[in-house]
């Protein structure tokens, strides 16, 4: 896969495995990535991969969870982010 560059612009790209960080990679693409990173990671890893990675991460921000929702055609609430959210807003929340 040839993905964007500003990926990963936080971890060292030659200890990335594709296999072994299969999670983070899906996760990441799907919250930062453009179109063409989409296709890609999906092409690679294949729908079922992606949406359990998606299903089983701790966070994805509202607009993705939402995306996610609606491609995949499932409900929120089967997202593990969505399940374990905080039950309260942070108060810092601007």
């Not at 299969?22 to 296709?39: A, E, M, P």
């Not at 359990?52 to 995306?67: E, I, M, Q």
């Amino acid at each position: 896969m040839h993905l964007s560059e500003n990926l990963f612009w936080d971890v060292d790209k030659s200890d990335l495995s594709y296999e072994k960080h299969s999670g983070f990679i899906i996760t990441r693409v799907f919250t930062k990535g453009d179109w063409s990173d989409f296709k890609q990671v999906l092409n690679y890893y294949g729908r079922d991969k992606c949406l359990s990675a998606l299903k089983n991460t701790r966070y994805l921000d509202p607009k993705t969870l939402s995306f996610c929702s609606h491609y995949f055609g499932i409900d929120k609430s089967e997202f593990r982010c969505f399940r374990e959210r905080q039950l309260s807003p942070a108060p810092w929340n601007y």
